[in-house]
């Protein structure tokens, strides 16, 4: 007779507790990943670094090419 009583708490719980607990768990776990790390925070500020020196750089060998050889665009 224990075991049928039992049984009515056991389903309470499976229905209502724990899928809240879940939701819970699983959206708390989301917004911590969310964010981006100080870590992460710094290579992407060295690497934007490096592409605007890599743009610069590319800005100066075309500069350097259309006064050398104008027809290089035109070449294949």
Same mark, same amino acid.
């Given at each position: 007779m *224990?075991? !049928?009583a039992f049984m009515p708490l056991a389903v309470l719980f499976m229905v209502v507790v724990l899928? !809240?607990?879940i939701i819970a768990?699983?959206?708390t776990r989301w917004r911590s990943n969310r964010a981006i790390s100080s870590g992460d925070e710094q290579l992407l500020a060295e690497l934007w670094d490096a592409a605007?020196?890599?743009e610069d750089r590319l800005a100066t060998l075309e500069r350097i090419l259309d006064e050398e050889a104008p027809d290089w665009r035109?070449? *294949?």
């Open positions: *224990s075991g !049928i899928p !809240i607990w768990h699983y959206g605007g020196k890599m035109t070449r *294949s």
